[in-house]
């Protein structure tokens, strides 16, 4: 049987930003589990292993993009065992600094207080890297709807549970399967420098630009993303 793949989306988006993954896994168990709404990420890695449970999965490779790389960790924390290998994709393993968690708050007390209106204008600039900002209207688009249909108050219980999550920089040497490291070149809020950081610290691990992307690199350069990807499940299957 091909290997199980578990995606885990970004915040505030939900399962169906990996729609332009799934050809890549096209013969694979897949599971895309919403995520958003936890006030702790232990409460959504939970989630994720008891739908892994649901579906009589052992194990399985799990692919994490930003907020769904702080889940990886809580997951591989709870469960290593469960784990083939894993993608990290514009992510970091350092917690929130104070100024940080402070925004989070205020973003969430905004919501509350005006719905989620502002947020494209809030989030769009770091969210998208330069290259899909001057030229790819259409994304910019579709990116800003997404943001529009956030649900307020599970937006506002992620924007809790993003704040307060531990720092994972300690599990990260005792990682023991293959990891493949991705990210945007253009990414400022969780840039090269925070992959390579992993990088250097997760023993079996490599890590690869995605050129012409920012944070959510998977949509902005599809293509790169998702030959990286497939090399990655090929060498895995190869194992």
């Given at each position: ?7 885990l989306h970004a ?5 169906a ?6 050809e890549?896994v096209?013969g ?14 232990e409460s ?9 449970d ?16 702080y889940?990886?960790?809580r ?6 065992e ?7 994709a ?9 100024e940080q ?5 205020q ?25 899909t ?13 997404t ?9 506002i ?6 704040a ?7 599990l990260?040497p ?31 691990s ?5 050129p012409?992307?920012?944070?959510l690199a998977?949509?902005e350069n ?8 497939r090399?990655?499940l090929r ?5």
């Open positions: 049987m091909s290997i199980p793949v578990i995606f915040f505030p988006y939900s399962p930003m990996w729609e332009g993954q799934l890549v096209k694979h168990p897949v599971l895309v589990p919403e995520i958003l709404g936890y006030e702790s990420l959504a890695a939970a989630h994720v292993l008891v739908e892994m649901n579906r009589g999965w052992e194990k399985a490779v799990f692919v994490g993009l930003s907020m769904g790389g889940v990886m960790f997951l591989w924390n709870l469960e290593p469960r784990f083939l290998g894993m993608v990290l514009d992510t970091r393993a350092t917690p929130d600094t104070p968690k402070a925004a989070r708050a973003m969430a007390l905004r919501i509350q207080q005006e719905g989620t209106g502002f947020l494209p204008e809030a989030l769009l600039p770091g969210h998208l890297g330069e290259s900002r001057t030229r790819n209207p259409a994304l910019v688009e579709q990116v800003r709807q943001l529009l249909a956030a649900e307020p108050a599970k937006t219980a992620s924007l809790k549970g993003l307060e999550r531990p720092d994972s920089v300690p990260l005792d990682i023991a399967v293959p990891a493949l490291i991705l990210v945007g070149e253009e990414d400022t809020l969780t840039p090269p420098a925070d992959a390579r950081q992993m990088a250097a610290q997760i023993p079996d490599r890590m690869l630009l995605i012409q992307a920012g944070h998977n949509l599809p293509k790169a993303f998702n030959t990286a990807l090399g990655f060498e895995l299957e190869g194992h």
